[in-house]
Every structure is written in C-alpha cells, then in structure tokens.
C-alpha cells in the first residue's frame, strides 16, 4: 500500500489542479446552487473570490456581470483557471483578473470589493481568525462576505504524478464559525446548511460588513 504525502495547500493543489477541475460537478453539489442566489444581483460589482482554485464560481460571477478578481494559493489552479477564460469563452471578454497569495495576507488596499467569496477554503485554515480580519478590512462598508465550510474531519487521499497525496485540512466547528465572525463585527444575514438525510455535508454562512 503507498504511503500518503500530507502535504500544504500550495504544493497540494498545484499537484492536483488537473484532478479538481475535471470534478466540479462534484463540487456543486455541495452548495445545491445556493450561492450565486445568496449574493443577489451582482452586476457591476466588485467581487474577490478567495481560494477560486480553477474559477469554477468565478466564470459564473463574471457571466452575471462583477468584475471578479479570483485568488488562490496554487498557480497550477490559477493557471487552469486562466485557460478556463481563453479557451472555452473565446468571443467573450470576461472581466475576470487573477492573482496569487494567502487568505490570510490578503494583497489589496482597504475597501476594494463589494462582495468577498470563500468556498472549500476554511477547510485548510487552522485558524480562521486572520482571514476574516482580512476580509473584513478589503470589504466596502455594507459589503457582503460568503464563506462555506464543509464537515470534513479527514481529507480524501488524491493520486497524482507523485503519488498518494492529502492536503492539510482542518475541522470547524458550524457554531464556532458564525460566533468568531459576529465577533469581528459581521452581521450574520443567512446561515444555511446543505445536507444528506440528518447529516450536514456544507454550512454555507453569509454575513455584511
């Protein structure tokens, strides 16, 4: 039996950018197409998707007209992403920008996006606390933060080029979340649960600034 690499999300996710991508379906349906309809009508606003890994909300963000910057750690997703744009949208300029850092260091100026996204992303933060900080100083006044956590005690194991792999992940706690986010000033407007029989698979919160 190989042994699985526990690995950060950087060199985990430029080693499985392929694979998540051809998995977005997956994905959805963990979100029951719940989160474009929380954000309401985006058109002409300015929206940071955090953590957009291959732009699978970011595309969608963008076709209902924000102009969406997408972040991510991992330049193998940005790089996917970014063919995403040119190859199978030729006609259409999207108004999608890219860039590379770290939820937790977020590299814009105070007040630059109306709408801050998160999806499968506070999974591999140990501490939450940072990253809402964050997002509440790039966030306009009024502006809206969406943030999903998924109930993942253990990260699935992914084969790639170099073997089985898991990348960092870290259990929140669905109460904990919406506690430390009132705590840092958030407005709690919806805090929703996806879920499969008594079980929830995905917390999907939104909260304003």
Known sequence: MSKIKIVNSKTGYNLAADYYANKEKYWDSFEKDRVLSMLGDLKDKKVLDVGAGTGRLALRIAHAGAQVTALDVSGEMLKNLKSKVHKVIKSIKLPVETA????????????????????????????????????????????????????????????????????????????????????????????????EGENWVNQIILSSK
Do not use: C, M, W
Request: a negative charge; zero cysteines.
């Open 100 to 195: 590379s850092g770290e939820a937790e260091n977020l590299p814009f100026a105070d007040e630059s996006f109306d709408v801050v996204i998160a999806t499968f992303l506070v999974v591999h933060l140990k501490d939450l606390r940072r990253f809402f900080d964050e997002t509440y100083r790039v966030l306009n006044n009024g502006g809206l933060f969406l943030v999903t956590n998924i109930n993942q005690r253990k990260a699935p194991a992914i084969k790639t080029k170099d073997g089985l792999i898991e990348i960092e992940s870290y259990y929140h706690r669905p109460e904990a979340v919406v506690e430390l986010l009132e705590e840092l000033a958030f407005s709690v407007e919806k805090n929703e649960f996806v879920k």
